[in-house]
């Protein structure tokens, strides 16, 4: 029998390629038989990524490095495609930034705002303008639990998840005549590079750890989910949010 879950024979876009979740999202979807196009805005980090990608597919895997909140290399990323259409886009690419809403700056508004959601939805724009998503096509946004629970101090980190959420069920309805699917996922605390410098920080996150009865989750968790969302399984899903978050928000 075909398995629903295989990427076999897509051709699949990850930004944020060049660590932790997306990282893994994208070394996920090659070993799942998927031919993976990666950025980020780390060429050497990008560089390693590439070369953790599983090579068994006939087709090979490509890295763009290019900054996403910048139009230009935009282009540069679309134009490296090649007219080839994706069958997949993973929108892995976004940062957190720590301040309360009486203390952040406009610029830190700006700066989250246009990495979380502006980046993101004009290369969607961008990909979508030129045909280059496949009828039957998955898109997948990495957003966050920020965007459904309240956290103090990341304001404006889970306005712009929220924001992505909500933009996602507009374009689910202005895509779906072509049976292209779009939906998020919403992760809480993942063991990545990022919690590990957060822990560091902070001095330690068992505390936290204690409100998650699953613990927190491990980029392979995000991974799943996202084939699971890329794949055939879920050719009947569209305009969902997948909360992922080893049980905090029911604890």
């Known amino acids: ?47 390693q990524t590439l070369e953790m990608l599983d090579k068994s597919a006939l087709v090979g895997h490509q890295a763009v490095q290019a900054e996403l909140t910048n139009a230009a290399e935009r282009e540069t990323l679309v134009a490296a495609l090649d007219g080839k259409p994706l069958n997949g886009v993973v929108h892995s690419a976004g940062i957190s930034r720590l301040s309360p809403v009486r203390m952040f700056t406009e610029q830190h508004l700006r700066e989250v705002q246009a990495i979380n ?17 496949a009828p039957e096509g998955s898109l997948v946004f990495v957003a966050s639990i920020a965007a459904h629970i309240g956290v103090a101090g990341v ?26 699917r779009a939906n998020c996922l919403s992760p809480a605390l993942v063991e990545t590079p990022l919690l590990e410098a957060t822990a560091t920080m ?20 995000v991974a799943n989910a996202a084939i699971f969302l890329l794949s055939n399984a879920s050719r009947w899903i569209t305009g969902t949010t997948l909360v992922m978050d080893g049980g905090l928000t029911i604890s």
């Not at 959601?117 to 998503?133: I, S």
């Not at 933009?167 to 779906?176: D, G, I, P, S």
Request: charged residues 25%; hydrophobic residues 40%.
């Open 155 to 180: 304001g404006a980190y889970s306005g712009t998840k929220a924001a992505l959420i909500a933009m996602m069920r507009c374009l689910a309805m202005e895509v779906v005549k072509r049976r292209i």
């Open 117 to 133: 959601v502006d980046a993101p939805m004009l290369l969607t724009q961008a990909l979508l303008k030129r045909n280059l998503v």
């Open 202 to 221: 902070v001095g330690s996150m068992e505390q936290e750890r204690n409100n998650y009865p699953l613990g927190f989750g491990k980029p392979d968790d």
């Open 1 to 47: 029998m075909e398995n629903p879950f295989s990427l076999s024979g897509k051709r699949i876009l990850v930004t944020g390629a060049s660590s932790g979740i997306g990282r893994q999202i994208a070394i996920s979807c090659s070993q799942m038989g998927a031919q993976v196009v990666i950025t980020g805005r780390d060429r050497e980090r990008l560089k």
